[in-house]
Nanobody, 115 residues
């Protein structure tokens, strides 16, 4: 079973940038669609952005124009470039496939945006 490991989170001021990485232990080409999810305290885990194996992307409205999802199939890694961060982006960010599979959740990476 493929394991997904998120990294790259941290504390940043509003307006700053972070780049998240999702490293897979196996071949991510086996996953047609992958995505980044986030969960803020007391809220459900929501999909933020998704990308197909051919590079087609979809974003939730709140991050359009600020976040960019990408994947490097050769490196079995997916990325999320986050610019113009806002305090409401504060959450634990996870990667998974679509539709999400419970067995693929990792530890996530914490993103905290201060105002």
């Amino acid at each position: 079973q493929v394991q997904l490991v998120e990294s790259g989170g941290g504390l940043v001021q509003a307006g700053g940038s972070l780049r998240l990485s999702c490293a897979a232990s196996g071949n991510i080409l086996s996953f047609n669609v992958m995505g980044w999810y986030r969960q803020a305290p007391g809220k459900q885990r929501d999909l933020v952005a998704s990308i197909t194996s051919r590079g087609l992307t979809i974003y939730t409205d709140s991050v359009k124009g600020r976040f960019t999802i990408s994947r490097d199939n050769a490196k079995n890694t997916m990325y999320l470039q986050m610019n113009s961060l806002k305090p409401e982006d504060t959450a634990v960010y996870y990667c998974n496939v679509l539709p999400r599979l419970n067995g693929y959740w990792g530890q996530g990476t914490q993103v905290t945006v201060s105002s």
